[in-house]
């Protein structure tokens, strides 16, 4: 079974940055693809960056290139996103996910583990 604990979201001025972190517990975490989604209410979950395990990124949303970075750290079991020049459609409640010992699906469903989001707001 695998934990997830995201932390780092918050509300911030248009312009502004954020880094949000997601720390993985209870799984091999070094074959896993680890990724970043966003979702507001009434809306589906949005890919945002993911990585495999290998420290390749997959995926960045076009949205977000050039302001977001996707990174981890497997030595602490870690995935960041460090979120520069934020927007007002930015804002979002951001969640990790892990899909172990595979490749990087594209759609949110072939994701089995999840954390509890942490909530980016830009005013």
């Known amino acids: 079974h695998v934990q997830l604990v995201e932390s780092g979201g918050g509300s911030v001025q248009a312009g502004g940055s954020l880094r949000l972190s997601c720390v993985a517990s209870?799984?091999?975490?070094?074959?896993?693809?680890m990724g970043w989604f966003r979702q507001n209410p009434g809306q589906e979950r949005e890919r945002v960056a993911t990585m495999d395990g290998y420290g390749r990124v997959v995926f960045i949303h076009p949205a977000v290139e050039g302001r977001f970075t996707v990174t981890r750290d497997n030595n602490k079991k870690a995935l960041y996103l460090q979120m520069d020049r934020l927007t007002p459609g930015d804002s979002a409640m951001y969640y990790c996910a892990v899909r172990l010992n595979s490749g990087c699906p594209t759609l949110a469903k072939d994701f089995a583990f999840w954390g509890q989001g942490t909530q980016v707001t830009v005013s």
């Open positions: 209870g799984a091999t975490f070094l074959a896993d693809c």
